[in-house]
């Protein structure tokens, strides 16, 4: 793996000399191995290698000849099937993952990408064709972000390099708009752009082309949706344990492997399947996780774990009685002002962030891991999303779609006496979800649904016509949610792809370890997509996937439907122990803003004030929408400093 940047010019004009060095100075605070670039008058190609797999040694990049130019940012998982596929060695186990994924591409083009697994991010340069190619993994694990500046592409990694370079149009009202708008964790609808207008983002499963005159896009995969239809259950749950294991194996490459651990399903899964792995290689697997600061009591309710320690050590229990071994680590935040801690984060992950406290913990276990040489960090996070999805009403929908009422009434009797609902509550539900399915509408409601207690201006609701575009999206999922076929296309999140991606992407060139998601892993999702529905939720097991399927490799802990963890459950403990400190910032913050157009800061204000009278029934997010809001006008402050298409002070 690695960060990539470059700029080229398709009509020969020459660059200013000090590109290559504008281009590459904001990575010489990154943990990069080794730095590599290739100039020429008219383009820039080059990449910062972090050794992250054996086989990152060996890498040279970029690779030129006569006909190409190319620089990559890559961890194939297909490695050694590709290599049989171009007649290379199969004994040399220097080959680099950067040489194979450039000679696929020279050799096939673009009919090469859905053979391609794992992450990345590359440019391609066809010298004869004067055609440039920027292309993502299929599930964004990797970023690749561009502009186009008076007939010059650039392109990076990360973002500023290419503003300090090429400049920027101003701040992207849109993104802006979109991401206070968003009520909850998510970061923009448009994920293809940035928070700079001109710059934007290669999406996931996405090829851009550039030939100086007119800019392309394309999706290049597009997942079979045909229905698996397998002969019987145990007939799943094999397939979906060869998938897991394959996704997990290709990943345990480098000489030490952690894991951000949970007392969930997910981290669980992976950990049940790696440990195992690692033990036959004689290794131990690193596991990293959140625990709330000593002495904190939570408040939250007996089903919200606030404390996961007990639930990952009796996970360690469990694999070591199978002769693996784990070394547990336990992280909390004492100490850590998670207000103060914004401006470097911002500057890490270059955007305005919501999860004020959960990206700090997740910083800081990368950089624990890479104090106990780990290179290459698991995680489970789209699990939620794939083996681990919870659609039990989703299920009991379809069943109601296809006229199957019976069928209807038994199954949702099961799931009452799974979660010990009492006979009256389980009629009280199924009648509530017959109610939703066959009376709510679809047109979408008010605003007041889809915003809440978001602090966006009015002003801004109309100018970037937010209400309707959201009204749009919220028609389309009532619609999914009744119907099973509709709503696989969900599990192909380009959205989330975009904000997991960000995210490991930049914490990996800030800490020199990479965070790999198996469940990510492009074979999984396919398998999950083409899921008939009673494989998700039946019988009262919701999850089945995982606590049906793979119970005989987990430990029974994790398995209860009544307990779920709750990461950064003290942070609300924590900000109010400092809340007079805080409030007055957030004051000053809102107070010199007033006259911002995308932002009601005056709403804002009279929050803080009902704050100061006590934090009784306050939810964490209020206190989270408070702080990621002002973030985002200091934010906006920032970027609005420079002058529009300016140039950083570097040139």
């Not at 171009?86 to 083009?109: H, Q």
Request: net charge negative; aromatic share 10%.
């Amino acid at each position: 793996m690695s960060a990539i940047w470059g700029a080229v010019s398709l009509d020969n004009a020459v660059l200013p000399a000090d590109t290559a060095i504008g281009l590459r100075q904001p990575y010489t605070s990154c943990e990069i191995d080794r730095f590599e670039e290739h100039v020429e008058a008219d383009c820039v190609f080059g990449c910062g290698i972090q050794y992250f797999t054996p086989e990152a040694h060996f890498e040279k990049l970029p690779l030129t000849n006569d006909s190409y130019i190319f620089t990559a940012d890559v961890m194939l998982d297909n490695r050694d099937e590709l290599i049989v596929r171009l007649g290379m060695d199969e004994s040399d186990k220097t080959i680099p993952d950067g040489a194979i994924l450039c000679e696929m591409f020279a050799k096939f083009g673009e009919a090469c990408l859905n053979d391609l697994l794992g992450a990345y991010a590359f440019v391609f340069y066809d010298k004869m064709e004067k055609r440039l190619s920027l292309v993502s993994d299929p599930t964004g694990n990797r970023c690749l972000h561009y502009r186009i500046h008076k007939d010059v592409l650039y392109f990076s990694t990360l973002i500023e390099p290419v503003t300090q370079v090429a400049g920027h149009e101003g701040v992207n009202e849109r993104w802006i708009s979109d991401f206070l708008a968003l009520d909850n964790l998510s970061i923009s609808k448009e994920h293809e752009e940035t928070p700079y207008m001109g710059v934007y983002k290669v999406a996931p499963r996405q090829i851009v082309t550039w030939n100086g005159k007119t800019l392309e896009k394309r999706l290049y995969w597009q997942p079979d949706t045909s229905l698996l239809l397998l002969d019987n259950d145990e007939a799943y749950a094999e397939l979906l344990r060869e998938l897991l294991a394959k996704s997990v194996e290709c990943l345990l490459r480098s000489d030490e492997t952690g894991l951000l651990l949970s007392g969930g399903l997910d981290s669980t899964a992976v950990a049940c399947y790696a440990a195992p792995m690692l033990r036959d290689k004689g290794k131990t697997l690193h596991t990293y996780t959140s625990v709330p600061v000593e002495g904190y009591v939570s408040t939250h309710p007996k089903t919200r774990v606030a404390d996961e320690s007990g639930d990952v050590l009796k996970t360690k229990a469990f694999l070591e009685s199978k002769g693996c071994k784990l070394d547990c680590r336990f992280i909390s935040l004492s100490g850590v002002n998670v207000w103060e801690s914004r401006a470097a984060m911002i500057a890490l992950v270059e955007t305005p962030y919501k999860p004020l406290q959960n990206y700090l913990w997740l910083i800081e276990g990368q950089r624990m891991a890479r104090s106990d040489g780990v290179r290459v960090c698991l995680n489970g996070g789209y699990g939620n999303v794939s083996i681990s999805l919870n659609i039990s009403d989703g299920y009991l929908n379809e069943l109601l779609r296809k006229g199957k009422f019976i069928a209807y009434l038994q199954q949702a009797v099961r799931f009452g006496r799974v979660h010990r609902t009492g006979r009256k509550a389980t009629i009280l539900n199924a009648l509530k979800i017959a109610s939703a399915f066959y009376f709510s509408s679809t047109k979408g409601n008010s605003g007041a649904t889809i915003l809440k207690k978001s602090y966006i201006s009015r002003e801004s609701l109309d100018k970037h016509d937010i209400i309707a575009r959201y009204h749009k999206d919220e028609r389309k999922a009532k619609e999914q949610s009744k119907n099973y076929e509709k709503y696989r296309e969900l599990l192909v999140g380009d959205q989330l792809f975009s904000i997991q991606g960000g995210a490991n992407t930049r914490y990996s060139l800030q800490t020199g370890v990479i965070c790999r998601d198996p469940m990510m892993d492009k074979r999984l999702i396919e398998f999950c997509v083409r899921l008939p529905v009673e494989q998700y939720a039946r019988d009262g097991v919701p999850r089945r996937l995982v606590r049906s399927y793979l119970a005989p490799d987990m430990p029974a802990h994790v398995m209860s439907v009544f307990r779920r963890g709750l990461q950064s459950a003290d942070f609300l403990d924590s900000v109010s122990k400092d809340w007079k400190n805080i409030s007055e910032d957030l004051r000053r913050i809102y107070i010199e803003n007033m006259d911002n157009p995308i932002v009601d800061c005056n709403r804002a204000l009279t929050d803080i004030e009902a704050l100061d009278n006590g934090f009784e029934s306050v939810r964490d997010f209020d206190i989270l929408r408070l702080g990621y809001t002002a973030m985002t006008l200091e934010f906006v402050q920032k970027v609005s400093a420079r002058s529009e298409g300016s140039v950083g002070s570097w040139r």
